[in-house]
């Protein structure tokens, strides 16, 4: 079977290869039409919009983004189109969390209020109750529908969505921002646009920012702003064991997919960076300077981060 892989996802080309398939593994950026016209199956992350463009003339029944959202695939095409789509809820939950405490380390914050109660958001409660802080959840969909507005630090872990009957699109705006305690910390590690950035800089709140609207082309005057405590390059979710659980969800989902044997990664020969990714405290603030004296070069920056 002919299948086309973003090359930056872990373990797939090794794994699909040796089961029998033929595997191109391609830059996101030149997964286009004519790379997918005779393929079978497509694995992509973020940077690839999946579309009516992209899939139009080709034989594609299946596509997995190694990601937690979706945003980023028109669903109902594929839907009308017959075409599978499965993602990786949930594989990169704990990484999210740990970006959140270091940011919770860098500011000094004692109350949290989480907007997105999901599987991020259940593990940030958890690490902020185990810190002893307050924590105040709001989740309408689920029926968490409390004030976060007078918390020291409001962070945001939501789906993107512009439809239906709770959008997310700049849940986080001006009117939202107006009614926050002078001085919260605002923090984005969801999706770009979930946070109205232009809203954000004028409010006057000091942030943190892990996803930007118009990635990987992001507002440098927002990213270099003297209220931006910390910047990345949507790097919270970056951690070995994350990118290994979003690769084996996308794995089981293509075997289920065209009823074949189950493909495992073997956890104990994976080998994906030369060496250990920065974990000392402290970590995040360096990862900030760097984005923040070549906010330009947020892609590159990306494409070169080492695992946590």
């Not at 789509?85 to 919770?104: F, L, R, T």
């Not at 945001?156 to 849940?171: I, N």
């Not at 910390?230 to 790097?235: A, T």
Request: some cysteine.
């Amino acid at each position: 079977m002919k299948i086309v892989i973003d090359k930056y996802i872990p373990c797939l080309e090794t794994v699909l290869r040796e089961a029998g398939h033929e595997v191109i593994a391609l830059e996101p950026e030149v997964i286009t039409a004519v790379a997918v016209a005779n393929a079978s199956a497509l694995f992509v992350r973020t940077r690839t919009r999946i579309n009516k463009e992209l899939l139009h003339d080709s034989t594609v029944t299946f596509v997995a983004t190694a990601t937690i959202g979706t945003d980023h695939i028109d669903i109902d095409y594929c839907r009308q189109q017959g075409i599978a789509v499965a993602s990786a809820p949930g594989c990169n939950a704990q990484a999210v969390c740990d970006y959140i405490e270091e940011a919770i380390r860098e500011t000094g914050c004692h109350s949290i209020g989480i907007v997105g109660y999901g599987h991020v958001g259940k593990k940030v409660a958890a690490m902020a109750m185990a810190k002893g802080m307050k924590v105040v959840i709001n989740d309408p969909p689920l029926g968490f529908l409390d004030d976060v507005s007078q918390c020291d630090l409001i962070t945001f872990h939501t789906p993107l969505t512009k439809s239906g009957p709770y959008p997310t699109y700049h849940l986080c705006d001006a009117a939202f921002l107006q009614r926050c305690r002078q001085g919260a910390v605002i923090i984005n590690a969801a999706r770009g646009g979930v946070v109205d950035e232009q809203a954000l800089l004028q409010s006057g709140h000091p942030f943190v920012l892990d996803c930007w609207e118009g990635e990987p082309r992001i507002n440098a005057e927002v990213a270099r702003s003297e209220k931006a405590l910390l910047v990345s390059m949507h790097i919270a979710g970056y951690s070995l064991e994350g990118k290994i659980n979003a690769s084996q969800q996308c794995l089981d989902a293509f075997c289920q997919h065209f009823s074949l044997p189950a493909l495992k990664i073997d956890k104990k020969v994976v080998s994906l960076q030369s060496q250990t990714g920065d974990k000392a405290p402290g970590w995040l603030r360096r990862v900030s300077e760097k984005l923040k004296a070549q906010p330009q070069s947020f892609e590159e920056l990306r494409k070169k981060y080492s695992l946590r």
